[in-house]
């Protein structure tokens, strides 16, 4: 978004003094007409004005047929006529003052070629007045404080619920699909934006307004694709506002065959889901964890680990337990003196002091806030769970409950999820008029507590996560470009990949180029026996594949034979002898570990870190993170790895050295920071050994 495009000039899109509605005639079935009817029944107010093809009278607002009619410079203007009619209609509008538009108008991009230079055009005009669009191709805008809404279907504003929650959404459908879920779930909307195909304004403009909106507490993103994706987790990071992505199309794989290990096993769905642990976006799978999650965030936040059940069933609290474990809660037992304070109220003389609290023999149900507000005087716990199941006769008390239980969350601001079994219909009413979250399984409630806790628990980490201090040398930077600049082809040659690795620090087992055997005679004894030889070869993607690669050679005998016939297989499947070979010293034991790193086109600079060698892409058992790191991110990822528990030894092995392995990510991430000129790095395998780690291949593969 330009510097220039302030909160104030988006408040001019959702809270318009002056607007007119274009395409508007009197017929009953105009979808123009549809949208200035809806902005009449929200009660926008506003001066609203028509414009058509003709003059007329609808809506008791006369039908101009002329821009120059119109009063000059109205804040906002709603298009949707035929697409080859839009680009002369917006040159008019932008030379009449109007900044602002919503182009609801198909037919453009997503239709054809010629659809796609209209909106080419279109973008150009905006460009020459100044114009910020939202669209074309979507449903527009709603804001339930302003009365706007510019849906172009006959709305009931019954339908649409005022709430704190904005929604912004690459489908129109999804918007109406979600703002009936919210409304259903007694949540609400305060502003929706339907994207459309994005011309100008972009989810990461919307997203920049809506964290600092003061009527929006929680916002919702919905997206097909992530075009900014690095500039959307960054946003994220900063927002003091939970933001809740469902992210679709999933299947797509990508067209470009992956050039090494790293660009297959970090995948568009890897990047995405480890770029949103990391900068704490909260991804839903499905639109109902979309709601869960709403609810979840709609309460006050969960700031810690322990969890404090109440329970009128136990068999619902056995529930809870499994719920508890599967999210990583505690169920600290509750203490001496809260159980004094409920012992009045239950029908036996010895209470259990475990942790969920069975209430089934607790009758008086006026003793459930107090018991909660007893849990939360005493500081029992970091988030409550009540699990109330009744029927018909109870249903005045059972709604008491939630009132007072409502107003101790909201006093003390703590979370407290109601989990209420009862009939639908008293479910749907509490929903509807309670104004605040219930849920109708306790898997869900745990669930919307998790993502709460993990979200705030990110945020902190994010905030408070000390610069990790690196000393690399001094020309780093400038030895790592001038190897690059020496390239011969994208793919850097094995030794240049080496000392690019070299130049950071990153340590390299000892190695050196030779061009026939007398020189890799002598290297391999200054090196000392057992060697690898390895060609370097610009017609080799994957060495083994082709035989590239001869491991443990112990004497000069055999070193001269390994060379003869690695010229041997090149020449029998039809590629050019290596006229070079990379001599490595021959490294036993340690864990063969993957070091790697991709730069997507979205996210930019990404780092992968997994079980390395052959096993790779067999096992992907890989960690995520998207550059730069901090130490506290390294640490992260090698926890996330099935495989963590190899690193710190088994059966009398010794553990591996994961203060070098962090070290050693720290420096690709710096590499990749540096030099954007590298497109992918795979450094596999890596062996680390209980003290220090040695690279021993590495692949780079530069921008075209």
Same mark, same amino acid.
């Given at each position: 978004?330009?510097?220039?495009?302030?909160?104030?000039?988006?408040?001019?899109?959702?809270?318009?003094?002056?607007?007119?509605?274009?395409?508007?005639?009197?017929?009953?079935?105009?979808?123009?007409?549809?949208?200035?009817?809806?902005?009449?029944?929200?009660?926008?107010?506003?001066?609203?004005?028509?414009?058509?093809? *003709?003059?007329?009278?609808?809506?008791?607002?006369?039908?101009?047929?002329?821009?120059?009619?119109?009063?000059?410079?109205?804040?906002?203007?709603?298009?949707?006529?035929?697409?080859?009619?839009?680009?002369?209609?917006?040159?008019?509008?932008?030379?009449?003052?109007?900044?602002?538009?919503?182009?609801?108008?198909?037919?453009?991009?997503?239709?054809?070629?010629?659809?796609?230079?209209?909106?080419?055009?279109?973008? %150009?005009?905006?460009?020459?007045?100044?114009?910020?669009?939202?669209?074309?191709?979507?449903?527009?805008?709603?804001?339930?404080?302003?009365?706007?809404?510019?849906?172009?279907?006959?709305?009931?504003?019954?339908?649409?619920?005022?709430?704190?929650?904005?929604?912004?959404?690459?489908?129109?459908?999804?918007?109406?699909?979600?703002?009936?879920?919210?409304?259903?779930?007694?949540?609400?909307?305060?502003?929706?934006?339907?994207?459309?195909?994005?011309?100008?304004?972009k989810e990461s403009d919307y997203l920049?307004?809506?964290? !600092?909106?003061?009527?929006?507490?929680?916002?919702?993103?919905?997206?097909?694709?992530i075009v900014e994706g690095r500039q959307?987790?960054?946003?994220?990071?900063?927002?003091?506002?939970?933001?809740?992505?469902?992210?679709? !199309?999933?299947?797509?794989?990508?067209?470009?065959?992956? %050039?090494?290990?790293?660009?297959?096993?970090? !995948?568009?769905?890897?990047?995405?889901?480890?770029?949103?642990?990391?900068?704490?976006?909260?991804?839903?799978?499905?639109?109902?964890?979309?709601?869960?999650?709403?609810?979840?965030?709609?309460?006050?936040?969960?700031?810690?680990?322990?969890?404090?059940?109440?329970?009128?069933?136990?068999?619902?609290?056995?529930?809870?337990?499994?719920?508890?474990?599967?999210?990583?809660?505690?169920?600290?037992?509750?203490?001496?003196?809260?159980?004094?304070?409920?012992?009045?109220?239950?029908?036996?003389?010895?209470?259990?002091?475990?942790?969920?609290?069975?209430?089934?023999?607790?009758?008086?149900?006026?003793?459930?806030?107090?018991?909660?507000?007893?849990?939360?005087?005493?500081?029992?716990?970091?988030?409550?769970?009540?699990?109330?199941?009744?029927?018909?006769?109870?249903?005045?008390?059972?709604?008491?409950?939630?009132?007072?239980?409502k107003s101790l969350s909201q006093q003390?601001?703590?979370?407290?999820?109601?989990?209420?079994?009862?009939?639908?219909?008293?479910?749907?009413?509490?929903?509807?008029?309670?104004?605040?979250?219930?849920?109708?399984?306790?898997?869900?409630?745990?669930?919307?507590?998790?993502?709460?806790?993990?979200?705030?628990?990110?945020?902190?980490?994010?905030?408070?996560?000390?610069?990790?201090?690196?000393?690399?040398? *001094?020309?780093?930077?400038?030895?790592?470009?001038?190897?690059?600049?020496?390239?011969?082809?994208?793919?850097?040659?094995?030794?240049?990949?080496?000392?690019?690795?070299?130049?950071?620090?990153?340590?390299?087992?000892?190695?050196?180029?030779?061009?026939?055997?007398?020189?890799?005679?002598?290297?391999?004894?200054?090196?000392?026996?057992?060697?690898?030889?390895?060609?370097?070869?610009?017609?080799?993607?994957?060495?083994?594949?082709?035989?590239?690669?001869?491991?443990?050679?112990?004497?000069?005998?055999?070193?001269?034979?390994?060379?003869?016939?690695?010229?041997?297989?090149?020449?029998?499947?039809?590629?050019?002898?290596?006229?070079?070979?990379?001599?490595?010293?021959?490294?036993?034991?340690?864990?063969?570990?993957?070091?790697?790193?991709?730069?997507?086109?979205?996210?930019?600079?990404?780092?992968?870190?997994?079980?390395?060698?052959?096993?790779?892409?067999?096992?992907?058992?890989?960690?995520?993170?998207?550059?730069?790191?901090?130490?506290?991110?390294?640490?992260?990822?090698?926890?996330?790895?099935?495989?963590?528990?190899?690193?710190?030894?088994?059966?009398?092995?010794?553990?591996?050295?994961?203060?070098?392995?962090?070290?050693?990510?720290?420096?690709?991430?710096?590499?990749?920071?540096?030099?954007?000129?590298?497109?992918?790095?795979?450094?596999?395998?890596?062996?680390?050994?209980?003290?220090?780690?040695?690279?021993?291949?590495?692949?780079?593969?530069?921008?075209?």
């Amino acid at each position: 978004m330009p510097a220039s495009f302030t909160r104030k000039n988006m408040n001019q899109i959702f809270y318009p003094r002056s607007l007119v509605v274009v395409g508007v005639s009197d017929k009953a079935d105009n979808l123009a007409r549809h949208i200035a009817s809806n902005l009449i029944e929200f009660g926008y107010q506003g001066e609203l004005y028509l414009l058509g093809r *003709n003059e007329g009278y609808t809506l008791d607002r006369p039908i101009y047929n002329s821009v120059k009619q119109l009063p000059a410079g109205l804040d906002l203007a709603i298009i949707l006529t035929p697409a080859e009619t839009v680009p002369g209609l917006l040159d008019e509008l932008g030379a009449h003052g109007i900044r602002y538009a919503v182009i609801e108008s198909a037919g453009f991009s997503e239709f054809s070629e010629e659809g796609a230079k209209l909106e080419k055009k279109i973008h %150009q005009i905006a460009q020459k007045w100044g114009m910020r669009l939202i669209g074309p191709n979507c449903i527009g805008i709603i804001c339930t404080e302003s009365g706007i809404c510019t849906i172009f279907v006959p709305t009931d504003p019954q339908e649409i619920r005022p709430g704190t929650i904005s929604l912004v959404s690459q489908s129109g459908g999804v918007v109406l699909t979600c703002i009936d879920m919210l409304a259903a779930a007694g949540l609400g909307i305060s502003k929706s934006v339907s994207v459309g195909n994005k011309v100008d304004l972009k989810e990461s403009d919307y997203l920049a307004y809506l964290v !600092n909106d003061l009527a929006t507490q929680v916002i919702l993103l919905y997206l097909e694709s992530i075009v900014e994706g690095r500039q959307l987790v960054e946003l994220a990071a900063q927002s003091p506002k939970p933001i809740i992505v469902y992210k679709s !199309n999933t299947s797509q794989a990508s067209a470009k065959i992956a %050039q090494s290990h790293t660009a297959a096993l970090a !995948n568009d769905e890897g990047i995405v889901n480890a770029a949103f642990r990391q900068f704490g976006i909260t991804r839903a799978m499905t639109f109902r964890e979309m709601m869960i999650y709403s609810k979840g965030f709609v309460l006050p936040p969960v700031r810690g680990n322990r969890l404090a059940v109440f329970s009128r069933s136990g068999g619902h609290a056995i529930i809870a337990v499994d719920c508890a474990s599967q999210f990583g809660f505690e169920l600290p037992p509750y203490s001496d003196e809260l159980i004094e304070k409920a012992q009045p109220f239950f029908r036996v003389n010895v209470i259990e002091r475990m942790n969920p609290l069975d209430l089934g023999t607790v009758f008086n149900f006026e003793a459930y806030p107090v018991l909660i507000e007893e849990a939360i005087r005493l500081n029992q716990a970091d988030a409550i769970l009540l699990i109330f199941n009744y029927r018909r006769e109870t249903i005045p008390i059972a709604r008491e409950v939630a009132e007072k239980i409502k107003s101790l969350s909201q006093q003390h601001h703590i979370p407290v999820a109601l989990c209420y079994f009862t009939e639908t219909s008293e479910f749907n009413y509490l929903e509807q008029n309670l104004g605040f979250p219930i849920f109708s399984e306790v898997y869900e409630a745990i669930q919307a507590l998790a993502a709460s806790r993990d979200h705030y628990r990110r945020l902190e980490l994010l905030r408070t996560a000390p610069t990790s201090a690196l000393f690399l040398p *001094n020309d780093a930077q400038s030895k790592a470009h001038w190897v690059i600049s020496r390239k011969s082809s994208a793919l850097l040659a094995l030794d240049q990949a080496m000392q690019v690795c070299e130049s950071y620090g990153l340590p390299v087992a000892p190695w050196a180029k030779v061009y026939n055997l007398s020189q890799a005679v002598e290297v391999s004894a200054r090196i000392g026996y057992p060697v690898v030889v390895k060609a370097i070869s610009e017609q080799v993607t994957h060495k083994t594949d082709v035989g590239a690669v001869a491991l443990n050679i112990p004497d000069q005998v055999l070193l001269a034979s390994a060379m003869l016939e690695m010229e041997q297989r090149f020449s029998q499947q039809g590629l050019e002898p290596p006229e070079q070979f990379l001599i490595q010293k021959m490294l036993n034991g340690g864990r063969e570990m993957i070091l790697g790193a991709k730069r997507d086109p979205s996210f930019g600079p990404v780092l992968l870190l997994g079980l390395g060698g052959i096993y790779a892409e067999a096992l992907q058992d890989i960690a995520i993170r998207l550059a730069p790191v901090s130490r506290a991110d390294v640490e992260e990822m090698l926890n996330e790895l099935r495989g963590a528990r190899l690193l710190r030894g088994i059966r009398g092995q010794p553990p591996a050295d994961r203060a070098a392995l962090v070290d050693a990510m720290l420096r690709l991430s710096q590499l990749m920071m540096d030099c954007e000129e590298i497109l992918e790095i795979d450094l596999n395998p890596a062996l680390v050994f209980e003290h220090g780690l040695q690279i021993v291949d590495a692949r780079i593969v530069l921008k075209t």
